[in-house]
């Protein structure tokens, strides 16, 4: 079995239900997370999400009747009444969006593999996301948390060494987490000052980097990660405290914490300073195109969200300055 699907294990609940569902559907379900992995190309979180929401609809399928529904009898009829019950429970729009397009996915899946005569998944209307603008930083507050950062290493400890560079990093490039812990030393071009990144369905990108990160990227390869260096450390880019690859986990509590020091600044994560990293490019004169090659979207209407943070950062700026606001 893959190992997507072998992940499903941090989620016994997931388990559980699957365990629940008929041999068929069961049998069915595997094939489809398969295809999600591997023809679609999508990330684990992707997947998990997808294959969640697929057994829920396949567990509103069976109901509580003794007599076993088959994949064949779902219709637009059953796919509304399975979202409906999902926002009666208090599910936001947000994920009552995300399963209407995996149900979609899925009975697009189930038509083209023979288990559905017709699909009903385009006659679905999928709700509209509520988008809300993402919290970012104000670059002078970005600067406190990557000064304070850098002096947390000038011992040459190992771990302030690495924790720099990975604040570094994130702000420089506006990589996801995922990305930043995916990388190995090879993928680090010191001379050009870039990035070889695996992006979102195994999509590759180059992506820039500038002098301060690349100095925090000296010191810590030169100073910090041999120190941290275990057998099994491979070629990782950046080490947990045990020697193994560094995982997302680490990483987003490294920029809670390195946040946290600096007052007034909002709470984020390393997708706040990714947030952060294209806000400041699109103030500093950027196009939104360059931004979204740079982030690695696949489409542009998601990299444009970033200009109604900007838009909304001016009008405060004006409220609380303009004489005449």
């Not at 209407?100 to 023979?114: E, I, P, Q, V």
């Not at 100073?223 to 405290?241: H, I, P, V």
């Amino acid at each position: 079995m893959n190992q997507k699907r072998s992940d499903q294990s941090e989620r016994p609940d997931l388990l559980a239900a699957r365990d629940r569902l008929s041999e068929g559907a069961a049998a069915a379900l595997d094939r489809f997370e398969r295809y999600l992995c591997w023809e679609r190309g999508m990330s684990d979180h992707t997947v998990r999400a997808y294959v969640a929401d697929a057994v829920s609809l396949l567990e509103h399928l069976a109901g509580d009747a003794e007599v076993e529904h088959g994949i064949e009898e779902i219709d637009i009829a059953l796919l509304r009444a399975w979202l409906a019950v999902e926002h009666e429970r208090g599910t936001s729009r947000s994920t009552l969006a995300r399963r209407a397009a995996s149900a979609r996915a899925f009975t697009c899946w189930a038509h083209a593999r023979g288990f559905l005569a017709t699909d009903p998944g385009p006659r679905l209307r999928i709700p509209r996301k509520q988008r809300q603008l993402p919290s970012v930083l104000r670059r002078d507050q970005a600067e406190s948390v990557l000064r304070s950062s850098e002096a947390g290493g000038e011992q040459e400890d190992p771990v302030p060494l690495r924790d720099h560079a990975v604040l570094e990093l994130l702000y420089a490039t506006g990589v996801r987490v995922s990305e930043l812990c995916g990388l190995d030393r090879g993928d680090v071009d010191h001379e050009r000052l870039v990035l070889r990144v695996v992006g979102k369905g195994d999509r590759q990108r180059t992506v820039p980097f500038g002098t301060p990160a690349d100095r925090a990227l000296r010191r810590w390869l030169e100073n910090g990660r041999s120190r941290l260096e275990r057998s099994g450390s491979g070629d990782a880019l950046f080490l947990g405290a045990r020697g193994g690859r560094l995982n997302p986990r680490s990483a987003r509590r490294i920029v809670y914490e390195s946040v946290g020091t600096v007052r007034d600044a909002t709470r984020i994560g390393p997708h706040g300073l990714r947030h952060s990293a294209a806000t400041h490019l699109l103030e500093g004169g950027a196009d939104l195109r360059s931004v979204q090659e740079l982030l690695g979207h696949a489409t542009l209407s998601t990299t444009q969200l970033y200009t109604h943070v900007t838009v909304e950062r001016l009008k405060a700026i004006h409220e609380r300055t303009h004489p005449r606001s």
